[in-house]
Every structure is written in structure tokens, then in C-alpha cells.
């Protein structure tokens, strides 16, 4: 059996799954890296979001036969940067966190929107968080946390 | 069912090699194969033919523009067609209404286009544009039009030894072209309906008209006929004419109930999107 090799959170790793096993079975199941969560399955909720080469998609929909050489990261990985702190607090400000499992999904959909574009409009912000689906807060708190994040960190994105 | 075989080889060449000799399934970004295939409880998705990857090869990623034609290589994703300059606007407007970022970040053109699902966002427009497909095999190529290459709903003229390298969009010169997609909510919905249409006038005559729409049949519903009885009609259109081309698709649509929408919502709406075209420039 041949061993997919790839870069998972800045580190070089190597898995025997089958390809066609999930990313985020094998991220949760083999590295232990639990941050992602599993919602759906099918692609709509995000609450599996990780970057895949910078960009973000969804691990559920993601065979791993599919990923070798590429650098994943996930939130495990991403909390430790500097601009998930940046998020992070400003979710917290805008009291944009209930329940918490659309979180992670969360936050990587925020950072993918405010790499690419660092000064979003409410518009943008909900386009860019339209792939994530949360039960809780009615979205309009993200929303906040997101422009909060985009003012407060100026210069970081 | 023991593991799985898969491939996922360094070069076009030896993918083409590959499918020659034995029946793959082929996956480019896998956002309806994954989902289509899975199984319960975190296992493997279950295919039951040797898995083909092909989402990473760079011969399948260009877009180039050949004379007049947009060539468009098979793997390019919904983000990397968005953000391409030489892609039509209009294709813009309908890839920015597929799913989310993440989903435009993984799944490609040539697979909406192989999924051959009914409602895929991309087809009413390639189908008004008159798309190629370029499909290669060890033996050869060919070029098929995309309303011949579309049979029904996942089902494509493609076989089992070719794999689809690249779509071709001729130019298209209209004075107004719009897409509408109808569904639940703006963003990870499947279209109840979609609908394209292109017109471009001559001298206060109707030049060119086309129109496609989706979701509405087992496959795209596009009318040469109507479209070229359509050429010459002084515009803005003759009431009666415009009734003429309505009740034409309202005997040639088909729409079924499903969980999505009931046939009878989709017809009425398909065909005031088309009164709607018909009537306004």
C-alpha cells in the first residue's frame, strides 16, 4: 500500500489510509487534530474548513489520495498564529461564540476572506462566510467580529 | 472490499496511458463524488473501480485564449475561472452563485460538466455559448459540442478510456446576456431553476437570440428552431411573438416533483424568466 505524504500543520507526515478516506477522518482520527468538526458530511455546514495551500475547503469533501504534497493546515494548526489571535479576541468582543461548533469553520472562513481581502464590506463578509452554517446567533455577531477583526487588525492581513 | 486502488500519476501522458488499460473512476475535485460515494461512519468512500486523480495536473489547469476561442482546461477551479481576466462576465456572475468559497475552491469546471447534473450551475450558460468539449484517449481526440456530449442527468458521451482535457468557449457577441439562478438561498443551494439568455439586435431586429434552461429536464433545454425563427423579429418584440416562443417551451418543458421544487412551481417560473428576457433589453 502506498503512504500519502503531506505537510500537516508546518510538520512532514505520512498516512497509509485508503485515498479515498476523508482528510477529516484522518486529521481527527489518525493525527488527533480534533479541531475540525464533521457536521454535515456533504459540504454545506463548514464546520470541517481547513487551508488547503492557503485555501480554504472543506475536509469532508477532500479524498486524501487526493492531497499528497500539498500543506494543510488546520485549526489546531492556524490558533497558533498571530492572526487567529487577532480573531479570536474579536469574536469574543462581539460575543460572536454560543454553542461553538461552527467555530473552527468559522474562523477559517474569516481568515480566508480577510487574507484575500483585508477590507470587506458586510456584503463580503457574509459571502464569505456564507459556506459555514451556524445554529446559534443568528450570524449578525460573526458578521461584527469579522469587521471588528478587519479594523482592529489592520496591517496584520 | 478490501483498500482501494487509486492512481494519481506525475503527467497527463501517463493518466491517458493508464485509462487505456483499465476502467478508472475518474475524480477531479471530488465535491459530488465524495459526497455521492460516501460511507457511513468515517469510512473510505466506496468506489467500485480504481480511483483516478487528476485535480493536480498542470496540463489541466491552463486557460489560454486561442483566436477567438477561450480555451479552458478541465481541472480549473470555480475560484480560478472567477478570478481568471479573460472569462466573460457572465460566467462570473453564475460561478459566484455555485455553492461557497470552499466548495469554488475544490471543484472544477470539467466535473460540474461530467456530474451532468440537471441543475449545474455552469451548463445553461455553456450551452448558449456553444461549448467544445476536448475529450483525449491513447487513440486520439475529439472535439464534441457540449449539448451532444450531455446525454442525461449523469450520464456524458465520454468513454471509459477518454478523460475530458478541456473546454472550449467561442467568443459570443450579444448586446445583453443574463443568467438567473432560482433556489432556496444564495449560497450551497442546487438551482430549482436556472436560466441563460443572450440577445444581440441588428438594426432594431432581432440578430441573434439564445436561451437554455436548467433543472427543468433530464437535460439542459435549449430550441434551435425557435431561436432561429426568433432572427429577424423587429424588437422590442411583438406581444404575439413573445407568447408564440412561451408557449412553445410551455409544451417542451418537463419538470418533475421533487424534494427541491414541484414541477408545476419550476414550469411557471421558467417560464416568466423567459416572458422577462423576451420582454426587456
Redesign the interface.
Known sequence: ?RVIKFQLNGREVETD??????L??VLR?EFAYIGSK?GC????C?AC?VF?NT????S????V??I??AEIMTIDGFSQTELFQMISECYSEAGAVQCGFCIPGMVM?SA??LSKNPHPTEEEIR??I???LCRCTGYNMIVDAIDLAAKKGEGLW | MGTVLSYRLASLEETIAQLSREDCQIMAGGTDLMVQHKSPMGAPARFDKPVMFIDHLKELKQIDQVNQDLHIGACCTYTEILEHPLIPNIFKVAIKQIAAPAIRNRGTLGGNICNASPAGDTLPLLYIFNAQIRLRSSKGERVVGIQDFILGPRRVDRLREEILTEIILPEMLADRIVFEKVANRRADAIAKISFAGSMRLEGGRVGEARFAFGAVGPTIVRSLDIEQKLKGEAFPLDPKVVDGVVAYFDRIITPIDDHRSTAAYRKTVALRLLRHFLETM
Open positions: 500500500m489510509a485508503p485515498p479515498t478516506a476523508r477529516i477522518d482520527d464533521e458530511g456533504d459540504g454545506e463548514g474548513s488547503v485555501l480554504v475547503q472543506n469532508c469533501l477532500i479524498p489520495g487526493a499528497e504534497g472562513a480566508a476572506l459571502e464569505g456564507s459556506g459555514n
